[in-house]
């Protein structure tokens, strides 16, 4: 058996980085790390996020936000303050979320970037 010692990075495929870049940073606050030809990485509090770009991915499904219980996505966590925060910026930014989802000891908010990858913002109550 193989012991898995913690998640080193991952990995999203957009459409187009200039566009993916300003939604990454803009609105979720990231940094980029560095360029790689058609990468960009960003620091994600020590785990690298890699933005991978694929000019040849099928168009969003925007409405793939209305059921995202049970799909592939990639989960950020945040404090209480910030998770209300994101309601109001995703508002005033269009972007497409649903939430928030109470799961009992967390709050859940799903969202979908230019691309439409799901993703999701977890914030624990103490």
Known sequence: ?????????F?????????????????????VSRRLGDQIIFDLA???LA?????????P??????QPL?????AFRVS??????????????????KGPVDWGDHDCLYFIDPDGNLLELIAYRS
């Open 51 to 59: 933005l991978f770009e694929r000019r040849d991915l099928p168009p």
């Open 11 to 31: 990995g999203i495929e957009v459409r187009d980085l200039a566009t993916a870049e300003a939604f990454y940073t803009g609105i979720l606050g990231l940094r």
């Open 70 to 74: 049970g799909r592939g996505h990639h």
């Open 80 to 97: 209480a303050a910030d998770f209300e925060r994101a309601r109001a910026t995703f508002a005033r930014a269009g972007v497409p979320h």
């Open 61 to 66: 499904d925007p409405g793939r936000i209305e």
């Open 46 to 48: 020590g785990s690298p």
């Open 1 to 9: 058996m193989i012991a898995l010692e913690r998640l080193d990075h």
